[in-house]
């Protein structure tokens, strides 16, 4: 797995072994940040959600975000993206990894005001992905910038909804059986 531009450009991260996970490919992470250029600048925050590698986040981080929160309930994982952002010597004010569930950290995230810019939430194919949906949907919660993005991966049969709360999804990029859900506030 390498970035694909940027920054750190052509730098091949760590990959686990023996691990099961489900990396986004080149080919769809290169689509998704073509998508994305307009929206990643040195203001942005990025959430990598249910992170795996980092993959995402760094190439966030490589492309110009500010700033990246990384979060997976894997210790293993967590300890591969630290890995990874020491490989690439990106500056530890830019990147926080946390070990937590994807619920358990937006909870704490909304009683704190936290906000992104941009999130991207892959998780296990099998998970219910409402749940994170309807936090970032909920009008109380503010967990989305207003202009912000959430991007969601998800197997071609699983079905996302066109909308959650204040969610509109404006995009589905289907490439095989991976889509990308795309929702904004509306």
């Known amino acids: 797995m390498r970035i694909i531009s940027g920054l750190y450009r052509g730098r ?3 990959s686990p072994s023996g691990y099961k996970t489900r990396p986004t490919s080149d080919r769809l992470r290169e689509t998704l940040f073509n998508i994305l250029q307009t929206k990643i600048d040195s203001e942005t925050r990025f959430l990598d959600l249910c992170a795996g590698t980092g993959a995402i986040g760094i190439e966030a981080l490589s492309r110009g975000a500010g700033f990246a929160d990384f979060v997976d309930k894997s210790r293993r994982a967590c300890a591969l993206i630290e890995e990874n952002l020491d ?11 946390f070990q937590s569930t994807a ?19 892959d998780p296990p194919y099998a998970d219910n992905y409402l749940r994170v949906l309807k936090a970032f949907g ?14 969601a991966e998800h197997h071609a049969k699983n079905e996302l909804p066109d909308a959650v709360g204040l ?14 859900s795309f929702y904004e506030k509306n």
């Open 12 to 14: 091949v991260l760590k």
């Open 138 to 151: 909920d009008p109380e919660s503010g967990l989305l910038e207003a202009d912000g993005l959430l991007i």
């Open 167 to 180: 969610l509109r999804r404006w995009r589905l990029l289907k490439q095989g059986e991976t889509h990308l």
């Open 103 to 121: 619920e358990d950290f937006l909870r704490r995230a909304a009683e704190k005001n936290e906000r992104w810019s941009v999130v991207f939430y």
């Open 87 to 97: 490989l690439l010597a990106v500056p530890e004010e830019q990147t926080v990894v």
